[in-house]
Nanobody, 113 residues
Framework: QVQLVESGGGLVQPGGSLRLSCAAS????????LGWYRQAPGKQREFVAR???????NYADSVKGRFTISRDNAKNTVYLQMNNLKPEDTAVYYC???????WGQGTQVTISS
């Protein structure tokens, strides 16, 4: 049974930083491609970033240069470092395992002064 558990969300001011974590179980983590998505109120869920098995990454244009996805295979955890946060980054952030299409429960990120 695949489990993805996100953490690290919160309320920060514009220009601030947060690091999200997603702890995975039930998958061969080192062989998995994992991603982050987000869903703002009244909007569809959208892609944010993905990291593949050997560490290659890709990002949505809206977060390039500000967000960094990384993985720690020893901890079965994928991270999303978010810098220079903007109010439009406010959303629930979800972790996704590409191969099983499994999702976590989400973590709320709110950017507001």
């Amino acid at each position: 049974q695949v489990q993805l558990v996100e953490s690290g969300g919160g309320l920060v001011q514009p220009g601030g930083s947060l690091r999200l974590s997603c702890a995975a179980s039930g998958i061969i983590f080192s062989h998995s491609a994992l991603g982050w998505y987000r869903q703002a109120p009244g909007k569809q869920r959208e892609f944010v970033a993905r990291i593949r098995t050997y560490g290659s990454t890709n990002y949505a244009d809206s977060v390039k240069g500000r967000f960094t996805i990384s993985r720690d295979n020893a901890k079965n955890t994928v991270y999303l470092q978010m810098n220079n946060l903007k109010p439009e980054d406010t959303a629930v952030y979800y972790c996704n395992d590409l191969f099983t299409n499994s999702w976590g429960q989400g973590t709320q990120v709110t950017i507001s002064s």
